[in-house]
């Protein structure tokens, strides 16, 4: 069902699946009844995505000096909503012409994204390794690792890097082209590993697609949905990167692209969004501006 009216246009929209049928629904920065967690206690998620901070003129959509106040709006949200984690999903900072400067884009966004939850996790993007190494970049935001997993509530959280050449080279000072973004072997087996030893539900967080063959997709993301879809426990994957809202369920598992926070001017072109995971496996997406909502009821 769809509503085609003049405020849906201009609102945004938000869609949720109600009997197997996808629902939309206007979206704005005042969250509907119909995503309360009931009588559950629901995990909560913050969730933000290609914010490409960088002090310098927009470029065509992207307004990247306008990320700090945008951020500032979600950062005010999220304290309302009392977050178990929070996490970025990749492309926090847009590339500079230097080190020095890329550095200082880092730390200044990172001031602000750190302050709203000390449990925060950092998914690599293409353009934070433009200019930086990775072992900079994380170093920049105090992560150990670029890929690696968690368990929070009686979930288990898994964080991909594909930030990869096809030959395996990890991206660098501008030594690679952003359209042959892969996941090496050993981050595979990795991830079968990781998997099986876990009977909990898992959430999946990357940058680049899994579940689309264009240029934002993963090379070899066939074999990474195998390998999810194998594990039998993973509900979703959220990931960014294309920039758009959009929605593919494969092999069981919902792959949902969110919006990124850098494109458009004017705080009506934010988009930021609270994950909500219930107990029972039924998940919520909860849109803000720009960013469409979901809801997934518990798989059978």
Known sequence: MRMETEAVNKLGRRAFLRNGTLLLAASTIDAPSVFAAGNETALKVGLVTDLHYADKPPAGTRHYRETLSKLEEAASQFEQDKLTFLVELGDLIDAADSVETEERYLATINR???????????????????TLKKEEFLGGVAQDKSYYSFDREGFHFVVLDACFRSDGTPYERKNFKWTDANIPAAEIEWLKSDLAGTNKKVVVFAHQRLDVNDNHGVKNNAEIRQVLETSGNVLAVFQGHSHKNDLKDIGGIHYCTLVAMVEGSGKESN???????????????????????YSWDRRG
């Open 112 to 130: 602000e994204f750190s302050a709203i939850c000390e449990d925060r996790h950092y998914v690599l993007g293409n353009h934070c390794v433009d």
């Open 271 to 293: 988009g930021y969004s609270l994950l909500e995971l219930q107990p029972s496996g039924t998940i919520r997406l909860r849109g803000f501006r720009k960013q469409d909502n």
